[in-house]
């Protein structure tokens, strides 16, 4: 038998052309689970009926009504239903998506507290939270909109979707901030080209440290120093442990492949020898990377609803 590993790839999900969001509702009758699976996309799960148990990162939650999670790129999870549970799935391709962010910060910046744990300043990646049911209902009655309004010819159906969209993402990053800001001394000032930053890293990943470097000084018409300074004013950590928190993330997928032998992913990723990326990857996901295949390459196949 082949084996299958459990990657959910983002063509498996429909992209909308405007704002890459998409969202759909997933009503099932347990006992069922949806196997230990990675994304290379982003998914927002809103809990609106019923009770499950959702896992990551090692650690198992009872989620309900009004409870989320957000699993970000590279990421895998599980959920078991053992009766029945009904989720408002929303998922984008972080990508795509920094602009639009960008452009949301202007004018919420409670927005930036949620990107932010997508770099994992908080400690995991992955967020979970809980919204109250008012906020909740608010949000149920956007998706409402999206899927029951009747558009007059006048009115263009994608851009009133997307500042639907908008508006759910600004309600989540409330609640985020909320939750999380006694827990962060992230700086509420953030300098937009802290943007351009990380598009240059996500979409060089195959470069060395210094090369990426390099890059972002260039870019930026900026010194290694001024560099370090902006980056860590910003999102009070360095540089150059992002760019390696990042290869070490993306870096996950290749690990899912068994024919990938460790010693290849840690030159795809350019790190700058097998012991480096083995000491790096332990630090970051508190396991070895032979630990985390054994773990997380399991054969059975994975059913996407």
Not at 79 to 103: A, C, G, H
Not at 171 to 176: G, H
Not at 179 to 187: D, F, G, H, L
Request: hydrophobic share 40%; proline share 2%; glycine share 4%.
């Amino acid at each position: 038998m082949d084996k299958k590993i459990r990657i959910v790839n983002k063509e498996a999900v429909q992209i909308n052309n405007i704002f890459p969001l998409h969202d759909q509702v997933i009503d099932c009758r347990g006992p069922y689970v949806y196997k230990y699976h990675y994304h290379d996309f982003c998914e927002i799960g809103i809990t609106k009926a019923g009770m499950a148990k959702h896992i990551i990162g090692g650690q198992s939650n009872d989620i309900k009504r009004g409870d989320i999670y957000i699993v970000f790129y590279g990421e895998g999870h599980e959920i078991k239903i053992s009766e029945r549970w009904t989720v408002q799935n929303i998922y984008f391709l972080p990508e795509l998506i920094l602009s639009d962010i960008k452009n949301l910060i202007s004018y919420c910046p409670d927005f930036w507290f949620l990107f932010l744990g997508s770099l994992g300043l908080y400690g995991s990646r992955s967020i979970s939270l809980s919204i109250d049911e008012p906020v909740l209902l608010m949000i149920e009655s956007l998706f409402d909109q999206i899927h029951r309004y009747k558009f007059p010819a006048s009115i263009s159906e994608k851009s009133f979707k997307k500042n639907c969209f908008v508006n759910v993402l600004i309600l989540l990053a409330e609640a985020y901030k909320k939750q999380n800001m006694e827990n962060t001394s992230v700086s509420q000032f953030m300098d937009l080209r802290i943007f351009d930053i990380i598009s240059i890293v996500q979409n060089n990943t195959q470069l060395t440290l210094n090369q990426l470097l390099k890059k972002v000084s260039g870019y930026l018409a900026l010194n290694q120093r001024q560099l370090n300074k902006l980056f860590h004013t910003s999102l009070k950590m360095n540089i150059s442990q992002y760019i390696i928190q990042t290869k070490v993330l993306r870096s996950c997928k290749m690990l899912l492949d068994l024919s990938n032998s460790i010693t290849a992913v840690s030159q795809y990723y350019n790190f700058y020898d097998h012991s480096h990326y083995i000491r790096y990857f332990k630090k970051h996901m508190g396991i070895s990377p032979s630990q985390y295949r054994r773990r997380y390459a399991r054969i059975d196949d994975y059913m996407l609803s």
